[in-house]
Nanobody, 118 residues
Framework: QVQLVESRGGLVQPGGSLRLSCAAS????????MSWYRQAPGNERVLVAA????????NYADSTKGRFTISRDNAKNTVYLQMNSLKPEDTAVYYC???????????WGQGTQVTVSS
């Protein structure tokens, strides 16, 4: 059974930091590209950051470059998103995604709410 379990998000003040984690099971984690997406109310789900299966390549949305860092630990089957200098516009539900080469398998976590507000 495939599972992607995100850590709890939370309420953070503007300028603060938060680290999300996503623990994977039920598939060969080291073979999958892992990504974080987010969806704000009334908006589409959009890519935040992605990391290749080996961790050798990363990709970020323009809005998160320099503030967010995606990383993975293939020994622990876990992907992380370190979020620094958070802004109110970062408020969204954050989703973990696993995508196989060629896109044959596409798995999603349940999402975790991140709210940036004073």
């Amino acid at each position: 059974q495939v599972q992607l379990v995100e850590s709890r998000g939370g309420l953070v003040q503007p300028g603060g930091s938060l680290r999300l984690s996503c623990a994977a099971s039920g598939f060969t984690f080291s073979s999958f590209t892992m990504s974080w997406y987010r969806q704000a109310p009334g908006n589409e789900r959009v890519l935040v950051a992605a990391i290749s299966n080996t961790g050798g390549s990363t990709n970020y949305a323009d809005s998160t470059k320099g503030r967010f860092t995606i990383s993975r630990d293939n020994a622990k089957n876990t992907v992380y998103l370190q979020m620094n200098s958070l802004k109110p516009e970062d408020t969204a539900v954050y989703y973990c995604n696993a995508l196989s080469a060629g896109g044959l398998w596409d798995y999603w976590g349940q999402g975790t709410q991140v709210t940036v507000s004073s």
